[in-house]
């Protein structure tokens, strides 16, 4: 095992973790280790040098006063879906998952609000709080096995941010683990607080690198029990910029508004074996969605603003579904980016984000480009176009020039438009090169400082964000 001054030896570390938290909280396992190589991203998967499931707060801050004290690296893991090769062990990392912190402590059927560990599953959290008759809004293609501590630490977007927001807006309290041992309580279940320095907010999006994420106070939204999904063939990007903006105009419960170009929705359709939606092809389809109280009256506010749109021509065609399998039918071609992350591997992977007003020019500049420069590939583009969030998956490529090539591409051209190079998967170690693109030299060194603050020994998820 190597280490930051080479003091400790693997069986120094295995020792006094499990003097610190006990026998059965440590594996060596090969087979567990392997389990625990990498996340969903391209960066090079490497087994732990051993793992740590701490099943308590104070025995995730046990382990890391431990590393802290041997100067022994600690990568943090939630549910491994991350796209950021954040989650991805290091040259001879501990890794520490969250997965045996999984309860759901505590329910607060009047208030709306509901305290969990870290490691609850998104999908457990939100089928729990839908028997109150709540919800939790967030939801994203990994909800069956992304943590909700894993969502908090990237700051998780998802389909439904145009209208509840990012995970920022969802979290009302933390509990953090720091790298010196402390387990430092931001919990809170009131919505409003305005007493001094919101801390919590630190450690949302923060990836890891400041502390770990141990327990979640949420603010839930009364559960709809109505569901209203249409899917829209559009002949231009700038007729989706008058959709998105007529339908927030006259939908308050327009809930998502999902963008795929159409060699996207040629790719998803293939991958999933669906028959294609339309007869014809389209530039453009917008998969939009309402949550409501009323079946019949959202369907009808729905159908009548696409109505208007089809006379106008914003809209070509439109499918809306007339039944639960509909809905899932239409929402599988949105949701085959799972499928096709699996085929197009090794794959570029972007999230950037890319104001409104240049995101057509952006898609037809960059796509051309790419196509110029490797025609065998495949280069889709689709996101969560309501909130500026475009992604950008290429591939298969074999060689890890083309990887960087593409980066470049992509990158270059966000900076150029003013954009962001991450919207919501974060920074890990796969856009660490580029982050001087979005963020100023003042904003990287007050970064660096709040690490050596929190973590002066960068014992815990070290060489991620910024280098
Ligand atoms: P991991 O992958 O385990 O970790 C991610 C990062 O957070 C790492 O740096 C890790 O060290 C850190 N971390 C994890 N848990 C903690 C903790 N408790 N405390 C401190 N740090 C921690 N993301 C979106 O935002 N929107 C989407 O629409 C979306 N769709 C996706 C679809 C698919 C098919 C896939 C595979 C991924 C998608 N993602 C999406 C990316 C991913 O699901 C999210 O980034 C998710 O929030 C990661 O959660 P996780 O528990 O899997 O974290």
Redesign the pocket.
């Known amino acids: 095992m190597s280490n930051i001054n080479d003091t400790p030896s693997a069986n120094e570390v295995s020792q006094a973790l499990a003097r610190a938290l006990g026998e059965s909280r440590i594996s060596l396992d090969p087979a567990r280790l392997s389990g625990h190589a990498g996340?969903?991203s391209e960066a090079k998967r490497l087994t732990p040098a051993l793992m740590v499931y701490p099943r308590t707060p104070q025995e995730v801050a046990a382990a890391l006063a431990v590393c802290t004290r041997l100067k022994q690296r600690i990568?943090?893991?939630?549910?491994?879906?991350?796209?950021?090769g954040?989650?991805t062990p290091r040259g001879g990392e501990v890794a520490l998952s969250?997965s045996k912190l999984n309860a759901i402590e505590d329910l607060d059927t009047v208030g709306g609000t509901v305290r969990i560990q870290?490691?609850v599953v998104l999908e457990a959290l939100q089928q729990r709080v839908e028997q109150e008759n709540w919800s939790f809004p967030l939801d994203?293609?990994?909800r069956g096995?992304?943590?909700?501590?894993?969502?908090?630490?990237?700051?998780?977007?998802?389909?439904r941010v145009i209208r509840f927001g990012?995970?920022r807006e969802m979290v009302l309290g933390l509990e953090?683990a720091l790298p010196d041992g402390r387990l430092l309580s931001m919990l809170n279940r009131v919505k409003k607080n305005t007493t001094g320095i919101d801390l919590k907010h630190l450690?949302i999006g923060s990836?890891?690198?400041l502390?770990?994420?141990?327990r979640l106070d949420l603010k839930l939204s009364p559960k709809p029990t109505s569901a209203c999904t249409a899917l829209c063939a559009l002949p231009d990007f700038e007729a989706a910029t008058r959709l998105v903006r007529e339908l927030q105009r006259a939908l308050p419960a327009l809930s998502a508004f999902e963008l795929m170009w159409s060699d996207y929705l040629t790719a998803a359709a293939e991958a999933t074996a669906l028959r294609r939606p339309f007869e014809d092809d389209h530039p453009v389809y917008v998969l939009v969605e309402t949550l409501g109280v009323n079946d019949l009256s959202d369907r009808e506010a729905l159908e009548g603003e696409l109505g208007k749109a089809l006379e106008t021509g914003i809209v070509c065609d439109v499918i809306v579904a007339q039944s639960v399998d509909d809905t899932q039918r239409l929402w599988a071609y949105r949701?085959a980016?799972?499928e096709l992350?699996g085929t197009l591997k090794p794959f570029a992977a972007f999230?950037i984000g890319i104001p409104m007003p240049r995101m057509g020019e952006f898609v037809a500049h960059v796509g051309q480009e790419l196509r110029q420069r490797f025609p065998h590939q495949m280069h889709l583009f689709f996101g969560?176009i309501g909130d500026g969030n475009l992604h950008v998956l290429s591939g298969p490529h074999v060689s890890a020039t083309n990887l960087h090539a593409i980066e470049q591409i992509v990158y270059g051209a966000t900076a150029d438009a003013g954009g962001c190079i991450s919207a919501?998967?974060?920074i890990?170690v796969i856009k660490k090169d580029f982050l001087h693109l979005s963020r100023n030299a003042e904003e990287l060194a007050v970064m660096r400082n709040l690490k050596a603050l929190f973590d002066p020994g960068n014992i815990l998820?070290a060489g991620?964000i910024f280098g």
């Open positions: 996340d969903w990568v943090v893991q939630g549910g491994l879906t991350g796209l950021a954040g989650a969250l870290a490691g994203l293609g990994a096995s992304c943590h909700v501590g894993g969502n908090a630490a990237t700051n998780a977007g998802g389909n990012t995970m953090v450690f990836e890891g690198a502390g770990v994420i141990t949701e980016i799972g992350l999230d969560h919501e998967h974060g890990g998820n991620r």
